[in-house]
């Protein structure tokens, strides 16, 4: 059966320039280990430079000796192609759980389930799981185990639902590969797009652009009988970016952004127009705003703003809130407010105003 792939792939241009601010800075402050660092070797990795196994093979051993990083050090030594070394300290590990006291017991269960991961031990991956309560309670842990489960069953419709569901994890807290986190989820979601068959690169062209994006975009919308495409962002400057992003369809139903449609296309037009700056083209700026794509006339209309709780308690206590303006929870996240704009102060912009913008990832 042909499925869709997620649509989420590394920006090679980004990484360089990442890569290459780190490398100035480094030599800038003469700083002889500031190679050695662990977004460093990440940026070399998904770059797939060959001396990107030297550099993190560098960050493994400079690891600090703890226990909380037993795994991770598994990991950077699997991103190295080191399989010597990982066995080397799985090894280890094995003999320091045996010698640890009780009190240890629940921490080393982490270190070993996250080794079995890396190390492709699904079997053994999946029954410490089932076996201890204390790895249950990490919601995270459950998605490793399905992708252990899947990579050990083959099982490609788990493998695609693991992957786009840490696509829409990574696009949603605006995580990079270059994040130094003990699990990081680039990690994760390359390991998922691995079990696809045939496998999904990362690092490959997603499409090529079209040649009139705009008018594209218009024309996958009626082909999926979408009517508006609507989105709120609190701030497009990727510095807290909270919102919501949502299809609506000839017959009045509703579809969220990443869950609604399998045409990967269409995904990335809507993906690259809701993170398109359109406030450059509002009268005065506006970091709230709540924006709708009215396919039929072809215009991006600003039709109100959202707020976060914090910023509602704040103007109601100011005294700052117009009786004029509706303003309600929004229905499915209660720690926002949409304030919607009367019509007659709906600000209309041509949606060729956008003119093929990408976003990064």
Same mark, same amino acid.
């Given at each position: 059966?042909?499925? $869709?792939?997620?649509?989420l792939?590394?920006?090679?241009?980004r990484?360089?320039?990442?890569?290459?601010?780190?490398?100035k800075?480094?030599?800038?402050?003469?700083?002889?280990?500031?190679?050695?660092?662990?977004?460093?070797a990440? %940026?070399?990795?998904?770059l797939?430079?060959p001396?990107?196994a030297?550099?993190?093979?560098?960050v493994?051993?400079?690891?600090?000796?703890?226990?909380?990083?037993?795994?991770?050090?598994?990991n950077?030594?699997?991103?190295?192609?080191?399989q010597?070394a990982m066995?080397?300290?799985?090894?280890?590990?094995?003999?320091?759980?045996?010698?640890?006291?009780?009190?240890?017991?629940?921490?080393?269960?982490?270190?070993?389930?996250?080794?079995?991961?890396?190390?492709?031990?699904d079997?053994?991956?999946?029954?410490?799981?089932?076996r201890?309560?204390?790895?249950? $309670?990490? +919601?995270?842990?459950g998605?490793?185990?399905?992708?252990?489960?899947?990579?050990?069953?083959?099982?490609q419709?788990?493998?695609?639902?693991?992957?786009?569901?840490?696509?829409?994890?990574i696009?949603?807290?605006?995580?990079? +590969?270059?994040?130094?986190?003990?699990l990081n989820?680039?990690?994760?979601?390359?390991? %998922?797009?691995?079990?696809?068959? +045939?496998?999904?690169?990362?690092?490959?062209?997603?499409?090529?652009p079209?040649?009139?994006?705009?008018?594209r975009?218009?024309?996958?919308?009626?082909? $999926?009988?979408?009517?508006?495409?609507e989105?709120?962002?609190y701030?497009?400057?990727?510095?807290g970016?909270?919102?919501?992003?949502?299809?609506?369809?000839?017959?009045?139903?509703?579809k969220?952004?990443g869950?609604?449609?399998?045409?990967q296309?269409?995904?990335?037009?809507?993906?690259?127009?809701?993170?398109f700056?359109?406030?450059?083209a509002?009268?005065?700026?506006q970091?709230?705003?709540?924006?709708?794509?009215?396919?039929?006339?072809?215009?991006v209309?600003?039709?109100?703003e959202?707020?976060?709780?914090?910023?509602?308690?704040?103007?109601?206590?100011?005294?700052?809130?117009?009786?004029?303006?509706?303003?309600?929870?929004? +229905?499915?996240?209660?720690?926002?407010?949409?304030?919607?704009?009367? $019509?007659?102060?709906?600000?209309?912009?041509?949606?060729?105003?956008?003119?093929?913008?990408?976003?990064?990832?």
């Open positions: 059966m042909q499925i $869709e792939y997620p649509t792939r590394v920006n090679q241009q990484l360089l320039d990442t890569a290459q601010r780190m490398y800075q480094a030599q800038a402050n003469s700083e002889i280990n500031g190679l050695s660092q662990p977004d460093f990440r %940026c070399l990795y998904y797939r430079k001396q990107a030297d550099y993190l093979r560098q493994a051993q400079k690891r600090p000796n703890l226990l909380n990083y037993e795994a991770a050090r598994i950077w030594y699997r991103l190295a192609g080191d010597a066995q080397t300290v799985y090894q280890q590990l094995l003999h320091k759980a045996a010698k640890a006291d009780r009190r240890a017991y629940a921490d080393y269960q982490v270190q070993i389930f996250q080794a079995h991961f890396w190390l492709a031990n079997r053994e991956c999946i029954q410490l799981y089932q201890e309560a204390s790895l249950q $309670e990490w +919601p995270l842990f998605l490793i185990a399905q992708i252990a489960e899947a990579r050990l069953t083959r099982n419709q788990r493998a695609l639902a693991m992957a786009q569901r840490f696509a829409q994890e696009r949603t807290e605006l995580l990079e +590969p270059w994040d130094d986190w003990i989820y680039w990690d994760l979601y390359e390991i %998922c797009c691995g079990l696809l068959d +045939p496998p999904l690169q990362l690092d490959t062209a997603l499409l090529a079209a040649s009139n994006p705009s008018q975009l218009l024309e996958l919308c009626r082909a $999926e009988q979408v009517v508006a495409v989105w709120a962002t701030n497009n400057q990727d510095e970016e909270i919102g919501y992003q949502s299809y609506t369809l000839a017959d009045g139903t509703t969220s952004f869950e609604g449609f399998v045409n296309e269409l995904e990335r037009l809507v993906w690259d127009i809701m993170n700056d359109w406030f450059q509002l009268s005065q700026y970091q709230y705003g709540i924006y709708r794509l009215d396919v039929a006339k072809a215009v209309n600003h039709v109100g959202i707020w976060t709780s914090y910023d509602y308690d704040e103007m109601e206590a100011q005294g700052w809130l117009d009786e004029n303006y509706a303003l309600t929870p929004h +229905p499915t996240d209660p720690d926002l407010y949409v304030m919607s704009l009367p $019509e007659a102060q709906h600000q209309t912009i041509d949606v060729t105003f956008w003119q093929g913008e990408r976003r990064n990832y």
